[in-house]
């Protein structure tokens, strides 16, 4: 839940004014704002007044927010438009180049860059003119420009949650063009070959009755290959929210690439409950695909309960979807509120009802990370590869991990640190 904000308003404000403003600067931050909206938000805070600080908070929150993920950017341009005037001079540092170790190096949080970016329309400061009374002291700094990467390049490995809506809109129509390949599995059945390894004794005997008992040719079988099913399951509690809406244009991606191997993919949602989305990922539409999905799962950025959710999952949709050798992603920080024992119980039985499963987990982009909240260190015993998922470079490399069996990412570096610790 946003931070309750208190607020001192002038008497005579252009108090209309200027929630129109803020408007258009939420418009530009990637809501879906307008002069209806605008109207009924000034009529709205007219009818309830300021008997309470935190009332224009929730009055603006309830007129211009529709969706769970525009929460986050709501709160931070309300904090930076009604708030703190040095808070916008702090963005508006962060949208500058500048040279590592001369300012404070200090990431901006979910949102901020987006925020910063529609309150200033997109527009930088005036930099410093040069001092021309620095002389000889005066150090040049050379940038090779022939260097730089490209965009596309440098959001592979851009952090989703850091991103501008710019950065956004780009890095959606990147992940649209990804594929997961997989490899084939080898079944048991067979189809009829003459370049085929294996014997079939009834065929040529058939053929040698028809000769009166003389084996002429020895007739072949191949073994049948057959595609698995991909099933995801995403995490999308208020911890994973950035970036649970990215993996899942990901897995939209996947679900609608033609050629990619899959014989079918599953997706469920879970926070506090799970959602089958399914049939929405079908649609060709990504934006209505992901708006229909997001109004079935009612949970969104809410709370967690993983075990609960593992639960319902193996009761009632294991057998359905992971028989046959199906690879199961499953995409969360394992952040569980619920007893840790429930929790190992239900991975250990999802484990052994899948083909494969690889838990993408964001937290792994941290240097430091270490498997130490309960839920994390219950979950990682029971999965076959451990990987971050936090960027698009991250969600590419599942193609190469899906292509070598052995593959384990980062387990077993964090088993040892689960057992050393």
Not at 8 to 30: M, Q, S, T, V, Y
Not at 175 to 183: I, N, Q, T
Not at 240 to 250: A, D, G, K, P, T
Request: contains cysteine.
């Amino acid at each position: 839940m946003a931070e309750q904000i208190p607020l001192d308003i002038p008497e005579d404000g252009k108090l209309a004014a200027n929630i129109a403003h803020f408007a258009r600067a939420l418009r530009k931050a990637g809501l879906r704002v307008g002069p209806g909206r605008v109207i009924g938000a000034i009529r709205a805070v007219e009818a309830a007044g300021f008997t309470e600080r935190a009332d224009f908070y929730w009055v603006l929150h309830a007129s211009f927010v529709s969706r769970p993920e525009e929460r986050a950017v709501f709160a931070q341009v309300f904090r930076l438009y009604w708030r703190d005037p040095r808070y916008l001079e702090h963005m508006m540092s962060l949208m500058l180049p500048a040279v590592r170790g001369v300012q404070e190096d200090r990431r901006a949080e979910a949102a901020e860059k987006r925020a910063a970016e529609a309150l200033l329309d997109g527009a930088a400061p005036d930099l410093p003119e040069p001092d021309a009374a620095a002389g000889e002291d005066e150090v040049e700094i050379v940038a090779d420009a022939s260097a730089t990467a490209s965009a596309e390049e440098r959001l592979r490995t851009l952090d989703f949650e850091q991103m501008s809506v710019a950065e956004i809109a780009l890095a959606k129509r990147m992940l649209a063009r990804l594929s997961l390949p997989v490899r084939p599995l080898v079944s048991r059945r067979t189809a009829a070959d003459a370049r085929g390894r294996l014997a079939d004794w009834r065929a040529t005997m058939r053929r040698a009755m028809r000769r009166g008992g003389e084996v002429e040719l020895l007739a072949r079988r191949r073994r049948r290959t057959r595609w698995p099913n991909l099933v995801v399951l995403c995490d999308i509690s208020g911890s994973m929210s950035h970036y649970s809406r990215m993996v899942l244009h990901f897995v939209h991606a996947v679900a609608n690439h033609r050629g990619a191997g899959w014989a079918r993919v599953h997706a469920f949602t879970f926070g506090t409950r799970l959602t089958n989305i399914t049939h929405h990922l079908r649609q060709r539409d990504v934006d209505a695909a992901l708006a229909a999905a997001g109004a079935e799962a009612q949970d969104w950025q809410g709370g967690t309960r993983i075990g609960a959710c593992l639960h319902a999952f193996n009761r009632d949709w294991s057998r359905r979807v992971t028989g046959q050798g199906a690879v199961v992603l499953l995409i969360s920080d394992g952040l569980d509120r619920d007893p840790a024992a429930g929790l190992a119980r239900e991975m250990e039985r999802l484990h052994l009802s899948a083909r494969r499963l690889i838990w993408i987990n964001p937290l792994l982009r941290w240097n430091g990370f270490a498997p130490k909240a309960r839920g994390i260190a219950a979950m990682l015993p029971h999965v076959d590869s451990f990987r971050a998922g936090h960027s698009i470079a991250s969600l590419e490399d599942l193609a190469a991990a899906l292509a070598r069996p052995d593959d384990m990412g980062e387990k077993a570096r964090m088993i040892r640190l689960l057992a050393g610790g």
